[in-house]
Nanobody
Framework: QVQLVESGGGLVQAGGSLRLSCAASGSIFSINVMGWYRQAPGKQRELVATITSGGSTNYGDSVKGRFTISRDNAKNTVYLQMNSLKPEDTAVYYC??????????WGQGTQVTVSS
C-alpha cells in the first residue's frame, strides 16, 4: 500500500500564491509519475500537472505559465507552486502517483479557494 499526505491548501486572494506538497510513503519501489489533478464543484476532475521520475513535466492548458510542478525523489515528495491564482482555480486538488508503471494511488484531496 501507498499513503499520500497532502498539505498546503487554503484560502487566498486572487493574484496570490500557494504551494501544495504531497509526500508518499509505504510500499514504494518505483514511483514513475507524480502529479496533481483538481475537481471543482459540478465539474469533472481535470489534469493540473504531472512530472516523471526523470523530470519531464506536463501541464493542463489552464495553468500553463502560472503553476510549476517539481519533485524530490529522495523524499518521494511532489510540489505544486501556484502563482497568479484566479477564482476559477478554486477546487479540491488531488495528488496522484503511479508506482511500478501500473498502480495508481490518489490522495485525499486538499481544498484551494481563491477569492475575488
Amino acid at each position: 500500500q501507498v499513503q499520500l499526505v497532502e498539505s498546503g491548501g487554503g484560502l487566498v486572494q486572487a493574484g496570490g500564491s500557494l504551494r501544495l506538497s504531497c509526500a508518499a510513503s509505504g510500499s514504494i519501489f518505483s514511483i514513475n509519475v507524480m502529479g496533481w489533478y483538481r475537481q471543482a464543484p459540478g465539474k469533472q476532475r481535470e489534469l493540473v500537472a504531472t512530472i516523471t521520475s526523470g523530470g519531464s513535466t506536463n501541464y493542463g492548458d489552464s495553468v500553463k505559465g502560472r503553476f510549476t510542478i517539481s519533485r524530490d525523489n529522495a523524499k518521494n515528495t511532489v510540489y505544486l507552486q501556484m502563482n497568479s491564482l484566479k477564482p476559477e482555480d478554486t477546487a479540491v486538488y488531488y495528488c496522484v502517483v503511479v508506482v511500478a508503471g501500473t498502480n495508481v494511488y490518489w490522495g485525499q484531496g486538499t481544498q484551494v479557494t481563491v477569492s475575488s
